[in-house]
């Protein structure tokens, strides 16, 4: 990490579908890339912004940022010093089933709004996050859950339907995507998948793009991250973990993993243990 740069990255066992990060970065710039779950951010220092659905978001002290799974993203300074953050990261099942308690639409509760300015939810997240890093399972558990009927009642609607017509090519994407998950340690070049599916390899990157939200290499990087999570959740070792999803060696990984997730995948897998 960069001078002055911290974070921390865990799990509290009182939320099991709940990832967590602490952080203050100066530098740092995430990649393009995508999560599974939700990400629920209060900055509590300075300035974040990122690339969000086609436009730059910017948040500072008090901010709570609202970014949709599976929606394509960065992160870095917003201004000189970066920020600090404190980030909940729930799954999709873990927000839908407040959504369920709360007897609100059935679906994927979405955020229509990137960033929200509400100062009691404000404290809330601060509140439940400080909560999950003290050890206090109760308080942890039932001021997150607070937190997210909040933000479910007052901000989450039902995700917009895209009107754009159907992608003619859109079976060559997604049997390049089954192509690059079968070999993961060792894929095509792109003239090679290009073939395999049988279209040429600007038409194969233009259409891949257009469908998952990133290009050939940047999908299977941040694919390879994502396995490389698990395996770490699983007590291999990092070099263990760059050597089966294909990376060329632990700095390899530990530079992709760091510009995705926030920290180097040693401090990941010990603090995320259990």
């Known amino acids: 990490m960069g001078a002055g740069e911290t974070a921390r990255f865990w799990r509290h066992p009182a939320l099991p579908d709940v990832d967590l990060l602490r952080a203050r970065f100066v530098d740092h710039r995430y990649a393009r890339h995508t999560h599974d779950a939700y990400a629920i951010a209060l900055i509590r220092d300075g300035v974040e912004q990122w690339w969000y659905r086609g436009d ?38 873990a927000l839908r089933s407040v959504a369920d308690e709360l007897r ?50 007052r901000y989450a609607g039902r ?10 090519n859109a079976h060559l994407a997604v049997r390049a995507r089954d192509l690059l998950l079968d070999r993961i340690a060792a894929p095509p070049s792109l003239d090679e998948l290009a073939a395999q599916v049988g279209t040429g390899p600007f038409a194969l990157s233009r259409t891949f793009r ?43 990984l530990t530079r992709h993993f760091r510009r995705i997730v926030g920290v180097p995948p040693g401090a990941y897998r010990r603090q995320h243990a259990g």
Do not use: K
């Open 210 to 252: 257009s469908h998952f939200g990133l290009p050939p290499h940047a999908f299977l990087t941040q694919h390879r991250v994502g396995v490389a999570r698990r395996l770490l959740d699983g007590g291999a070792t990092p070099a263990e973990v760059a050597a089966t999803v294909g990376f060329v060696d632990q700095a390899h």
């Open 104 to 153: 609100l639409p059935p679906g994927t509760p979405w955020f229509p709004e990137p960033v929200v300015d509400d100062p009691q939810l404000a404290r809330l997240l601060l509140s439940a996050h400080q909560a999950a890093e003290t050890g206090d399972a109760l308080a942890a558990s039932e001021l997150t859950r607070e937190l997210f009927a909040g933000l479910l009642t």
């Open 159 to 168: 995700r917009p339907t895209l009107a754009t017509p159907a992608r003619r």
């Open 56 to 93: 730059v978001v910017r948040a500072g002290a008090g901010g709570i940022g609202l970014v949709n799974p599976d929606t394509v993203h960065t992160g870095e300074p917003g201004v000189p010093g970066g920020w600090a953050y404190r980030v909940l990261y729930p799954s999709v099942p």
